[in-house]
Antibody
Framework: EVQLVESGGGLVKPGGSLRLSCEAS????????MNWVRQAPGKGLEWVAS????????YYADSVKGRFTISRDNAKNSLYLHMNSLRAGDTAVYYC?????????WGQGTLVSVSS | DIQMTQSPSSLSASVGDRVTITCRAS??????LGWYQQKPGKAPKRLIY???TLQSGVPSRFSGSGTGTEFTLTISSLQPEDFATYFC?????????FGQGTRLDIK
């Protein structure tokens, strides 16, 4: 069974940092590009960042560029999102996901709340 | 970046109705489009991939069509469990983008 399990969310003050993790199982993680996608309360889905299977092809949404860093460790079947200089507007459920034509995997999400 | 424009943003319908949701891409994305259903507190669930292929296990009342820049999701006969929010997603490049979503409510 394919599973993506996110962790690391929580309450953080504006300007603070968090590191999200996503542990994958049930598929060959090392050959899949991966994404972080977020959803603010009551809002739609927003792509945050993506990373190629070999940690190449790294891209960020303009809203997080320079503040967030996506990375992965294929030996640990894990995806990460380092978030710095957090703002209230970053409050959201963060999902890790892999989207391809034939495969589509999503985690259950982890909530990040940025508030003083 | 590719922009996805989805309409309508909300829709009220009754059980048994036929409904159609549309997504328009700002440039040609071939058939690199999926349709998703999301219920409160849950991760999105893909219904359609490659614009028109039904995901395994998804009821046949869901169908997708289109290619290039215009795409449509149709639910042929709404069931009570179909009242949810629907999104399109394009993945023609590493920079995936979503439609704004359509909230489908019971009339």
């Amino acid at each position: 069974e394919v599973q993506l399990v996110e962790s690391g969310g929580g309450l953080v003050k504006p300007g603070g940092s968090l590191r999200l993790s996503c542990e994958a199982s049930g598929f060959t993680f090392s050959i899949y590009s991966m994404n972080w996608v977020r959803q603010a309360p009551g809002k739609g889905l927003e792509w945050v960042a993506s990373i190629g299977s070999a940690s190449d092809h790294i891209y960020y949404a303009d809203s997080v560029k320079g503040r967030f860093t996506i990375s992965r460790d294929n030996a640990k079947n894990s995806l990460y999102l380092h978030m710095n200089s957090l703002r209230a507007g970053d409050t959201a459920v963060y999902y890790c996901a892999s989207v391809r034509a034939t495969d589509d995997f999503w985690g259950q999400g982890t909530l990040v709340s940025v508030s003083s | 970046d590719i922009q996805m424009t989805q309409s309508p943003s909300s829709l009220s319908a009754s059980v048994g109705d036929r409904v159609t949701i549309t997504c328009r891409a700002s440039q040609d994305i071939g058939n690199d489009l999926g349709w998703y259903q999301q219920k409160p507190g849950k991760a999105p669930k893909r219904l359609i991939y490659a614009a028109s292929t039904l995901q395994s296990g998804v009821p046949s009342r869901f169908s997708g069509s289109g290619t290039g820049t215009e795409f449509t999701l149709t639910i042929s006969s709404l069931q009570p469990e179909d009242f949810a929010t629907y999104f399109c997603l394009q993945h023609t490049s590493y920079l995936i983008t979503f439609g704004q979503g359509t909230r489908l409510d019971i009339k």
